[in-house]
């Protein structure tokens, strides 16, 4: 099987036709759409457990026997750490200050991406330089913010992993978010240093264009965590 050196090296010799080209196109694709459904199971959860789970337990509906049985003192309110509070009190991460600060980051960053995609198609090295540059540098902010906030929320807020519900969904979604994030900004560098050697054509780069969807599918699963884990 073969390496990315080796891919890389048939690419830029011209070994590669079309089809070649709409089958790593079509890899690309079902790639992210497993990423898609990936986050789509955690959004699931955080919608069963804020949705469903907690309703049921505070009583409401047909629920009623439920919450007079197991938890009648039980309330239904969001965020909560479950009927028995689990992990203890805990302060909620809320959506101004660095997660704000961060999808402004992550929105940039995909302006930059595109602007440096532009540059590429024009073949303008020194704008596409630029811009990839400037992407992977908001990248690497936006995760060092988020790793801030994270000790701020585990010494600060006593917001942890084992704080039931809304703790363990948090920082499943945002977790793995932020893995991404990492992974695509060291994608993103190997581009960079791929450019600076000289690499790609205005009309033959679907090596940038793949990290550039996956830069973009994470702005989109950010926007999605901006709103119902921090906002909402």
Same mark, same amino acid.
């Given at each position: 099987m073969c390496g990315f050196p080796e891919v890389i090296s048939e690419s830029e010799g011209g070994i590669y036709n079309a089809q070649v080209d709409i089958s790593f196109r079509w890899g690309m694709v079902w790639f992210i759409f497993s990423e898609v459904m990936f986050?789509?199971?955690?959004? =699931?959860?955080?919608?069963?457990?804020?949705? &469903?789970s907690l309703p049921w337990l505070? =009583?409401? #509906?047909?629920?009623?026997?439920? @919450?007079?049985?197991?938890?009648?003192?039980?309330e239904t309110i969001w965020p909560s750490n479950g009927p028995t509070n689990t992990g #203890?009190?805990?302060? !909620?991460?809320?959506? #101004? =200050?660095?997660?704000?600060? @961060?999808?402004l980051l992550l929105l940039t960053s995909g302006l930059t991406v595109t602007y440096a995609h532009h540059a590429l198609k024009k073949q303008d090295?020194? @704008? &596409?330089?630029i811009g990839l540059a400037a992407t992977i540098a908001l990248g690497f902010i936006f995760v060092g913010f988020q790793a801030y906030e994270y000790m701020h929320a585990?010494?600060?807020? @006593?917001l942890k992993m084992t704080t039931g519900i809304y703790g363990s969904t948090f920082y499943m979604l945002t977790g793995f978010h932020g893995f991404h994030?990492? &992974? #695509?900004a060291i994608m993103l560098t190997v581009i960079l240093f791929r450019c600076m050697k000289g690499h790609f054509a205005g009309d033959n780069h679907f090596g940038f264009e793949a990290v550039? *969807?996956? *830069?973009?599918? !994470?702005? !989109?699963?950010w926007l999605g965590l901006f709103v119902f884990v921090y906002w909402l």
């Open positions: 986050f789509a199971a955690f959004f =699931g959860a955080l919608y069963y457990a804020r949705e &469903l505070g =009583g409401e #509906g047909y629920k009623t026997t439920t @919450n007079i049985v197991l938890w009648p003192q039980f #203890g009190d805990f302060t !909620v991460m809320r959506a #101004g =200050g660095i997660p704000a600060i @961060n999808t090295r020194k @704008n &596409l330089i585990y010494s600060d807020l @006593n994030v990492t &992974l #695509g550039a *969807w996956y *830069w973009h599918f !994470v702005d !989109v699963v």
